[in-house]
């Protein structure tokens, strides 16, 4: 296997400057100050290096070889054993995490810039780190100390690795109707019982130990547990913990990622935070895994990008047939399509920065207020940016394909594996509609709508120094927002009427966001090369916004009369 280029983190540098709330992160603390802008770009371009000498090679032969079970256990595509461990011993799995526990102390934003070039390079290789860093915040946040001291230093540093077990096949999202159960042992042990499915990276070789964290019914209700898969015994040595894997998922995409289904046959666990609060403590894990989910979409929509930019700009038909023919990318269509999926792509970065700053911001402010308020903000934006995100990257792979004609149909090319590698994003961490509910009932409803005002009141305030081609359309899409909001809310008594219109609104949502990263785009930045691109995607997204809101709008508004032709079908 041959190393690729490096992909250009120039975009993203640019973009990580600009980012909304930057400044005022960079001033909190000693370690987000090391954060500086020649620090990011040393990061972001060691990692570009790295991910094209170890990542990119594996990504098409993974695909093509994908996970077996041998001997019982889940045998991965060859490469990735090594490429894991160089990753271990380059500090990867360390980025964010507390130094406290032998982590770099470095922000959320600067992990999840390097999360995207790994997705970029290997999606299903990048599903490992995810895993490891969510469990190591769930077992932060709620883990006893004696959990603490033996797992959080071997998780943060790559020397272990986890999964998360929640789903079972008649309990995906219902998650009130789980069957594993967690009967109590001596002291903290319990003995889990019970089949888990769609468990990415439930096995594999690549680490001596995986902690499988797992939601079970215990006899106060739903609790957390940590059942590794091996565990000491009477003398001390590590035996196997009684997990069977039953099979390998054959899937679509993501074929390098094993996703295992898993039983539990009186395997020990150990209680994670308190008993019955288990769905409650969750949500630590399952926030970064939204992000992630979404970094995942943006990194492949990227590279499809990058693919279908340089095919466009060499491969030549059509012109004159006196002349020599002329490359693609001078047809009014192609130029269409590579302006519209750039607009995607970076809108939907300079959005996820955002969030992954006030993510950073929602931890370190010193005053409760700023904290709150930008806590609030993410709330509201993480289900959007999950579900455009993992769009994205579908949307984005298919665009190319046009882009490339037949060669991008074939596997020659790598934009197909791309497509199906893509589709997961918007139904894994909790489907688009799921997403939608979540952010009309908890975000719009419960929550009286606090993220949305935060939201409003800063893209509004972004607003006002910026000239009325790039303000009036994203204003407008502004207004859409609330007025849909306002209409929502008046709902709430009859949920079915405004539940038909919550992908809608969520849609709507996400135009709002994206526009008001546009608008930035088009009023910051210099007169390099790479801002000029940002300022005509930021342009180009807002030609035509005013009208895919006014849609977005109708749709969200519509209600459920239309519904009750489903009785005919």
């Known amino acids: 296997m041959t190393a690729a280029a490096p992909i250009d983190v120039s975009p993203i540098l640019a973009q990580v400057e600009a980012a909304p709330g930057i400044g005022r992160l960079r001033a909190l603390s000693t370690a987000h100050a090391q954060a500086d802008a020649a620090t990011v770009e040393a990061v972001l371009r060691e990692a570009a290096r790295f991910c094209a000498d170890h990542l990119a090679p594996l990504n098409a032969e993974g695909d093509r070889l994908g996970c077996t079970i041998q001997g019982g256990r889940v045998q991965v595509p060859p490469g990735y054993g090594e490429a894991w461990r160089a990753y271990v011993d380059a500090g990867w ?305 298919s665009q190319a394909i046009q882009v490339l004609g037949g060669a991008g149909y074939t596997r020659e090319w790598p934009v197909e594996q791309m497509l199906r590698d893509a589709r997961i994003a918007t139904i894994y961490e909790g489907t688009t509609g799921m997403q939608s509910i979540d952010l009309l009932h908890r975000r719009l409803w419960r929550s009286e709508g606090e993220g949305l005002a935060v939201f409003l009141r800063m893209a509004r305030a972004d607003m006002t120094a910026a000239a009325d081609d790039v303000r009036l359309p994203a204003a407008a899409c502004l207004d859409r927002l609330e007025a849909a909001a306002r209409d929502l809310t008046a709902r709430q008594a009859s949920p079915r009427e405004a539940e038909a219109g919550a992908t809608a609104f969520l849609h709507l949502a996400g135009l709002a966001a994206t526009g008001w990263i546009a608008a930035r785009l088009t009023t910051l930045g210099d007169e390099s090369a790479t801002w000029r691109r940002l300022a005509a995607a930021g342009r180009y997204w807002l030609s035509d916004l005013p009208d895919r809101a006014a849609l977005a709008h109708a749709d969200a508004v519509r209600g459920a009369g239309a519904l009750e032709l489903f009785e005919q079908l």
């Open 93 to 397: 799995p360390t980025l964010d995490h507390p130094e406290a526990i032998g982590g770099q102390a470095l922000p959320l934003f600067l992990a999840a810039s390097v999360q995207q070039l790994v997705d970029s390079s290997c999606a299903a290789f990048g599903m490992l780190p995810v895993l490891q860093r969510s469990a190591a915040r769930l077992i932060a946040a709620h883990g006893s100390e004696a959990l603490k001291t033996e797992w959080l230093p071997a998780l943060v540093s790559g020397e272990w690795a986890a999964s998360i077990c929640i789903s079972e096949a008649d309990a995906g999202s219902d998650v009130s109707r789980l069957r594993t159960t967690a009967t109590p042992l001596d002291g903290d042990v319990w003995s889990i019982t019970g089949e888990k499915m769609w468990i990415s990276f439930g096995d594999h070789r690549l680490t001596p130990r995986i902690g499988h964290c797992l939601l079970a019914r215990s006899p106060r209700g739903l609790s957390l547990f940590l059942t590794p898969d091996t565990v000491p015994d009477a003398d001390g040595a590590m035996r196997p913990n009684n997990i069977v894997v039953r099979r390998v998922e054959e899937k679509m995409g993501l074929h390098g990622s094993p996703t295992c289904a898993l039983g539990f046959e009186g395997a020990r666990g150990w209680l994670i935070g308190d008993e019955g609060r288990g769905l409650q403590q969750l949500f630590v894990m399952i926030t970064n895994m939204r992000l992630s989910a979404g970094v995942q979409g943006l990194g492949l929509a990227a590279a499809a990008l990058d693919v279908a930019r340089a095919y466009a700009a060499e491969r030549r038909q059509g012109g004159p047939p006196s002349a020599p023919a002329v490359p693609i990318q001078d047809h009014a269509d192609v130029q269409r399509m590579l302006l519209g999926m750039t607009a995607r792509v970076e809108t939907l970065r300079g959005l996820g920065l955002a969030i992954a700053v006030q993510a950073d911001l929602a931890a370190d402010e010193p005053d409760a207020a700023a904290r709150a308020e930008a806590s609030a903000l993410v709330q509201w934006l993480l289900p959007i940016f999950k579900t455009i995100g993992g769009e994205a990257g579908f949307d984005v792979a």
